[in-house]
């Protein structure tokens, strides 16, 4: 893992290191998110893997979530991982999310982040991933 200290990537070994967000202030406020346990679902389209090489979240692996600095903030579990359609997001896996108050506001948050990133469609395969936190590295 790259940035990531030994005794991090000793602990949890195939952990993978990944840093949330696109900018330093959204960064900043989903790792607040998943270190009170609000957010404990994430998304992002399926094409990000293949066109960045990041490694697909495993069901079970313990990854880093960096701050936008690289620093180690946190150890989360996967507990499962599911693809569906941008178009097929309900309020449920909304609210796992913690950053949107609604699923018209999650349209419009992701319908904006997608596009930045040059990946929006209506009906783009996404890859929903819920999980725990484990420990918080930042403290």
Do not use: H
């Amino acid at each position: 893992m790259s940035g990531v200290p030994d005794r991090v990537s000793r602990r949890w070994q195939g952990a993978q290191a990944y840093r949330p967000g696109d900018s330093a202030g959204l960064n900043a406020e989903i790792l607040a998110l998943m270190r009170a346990g609000v957010k404990t679902a994430s998304c992002e389209a399926w094409d990000y893997f293949a066109d960045t090489g990041e490694a697909v979240p495993e069901v079970g692996r313990v990854d880093i979530a960096l701050d936008w600095q690289g620093r180690p903030a946190l150890a989360l579990r996967t507990l499962d991982v599911s693809r569906l359609r941008f178009d097929e997001m309900s309020e449920e896996l909304v609210a796992a999310q913690g950053e949107f108050r609604d699923l018209a506001a999650w349209r419009r948050g992701y319908e904006a982040y997608l596009t930045r990133a040059g990946r929006f469609r209506p009906d783009v395969e996404m890859l929903l991933e819920r999980f725990e936190l484990v420990a918080d590295l930042a403290r």
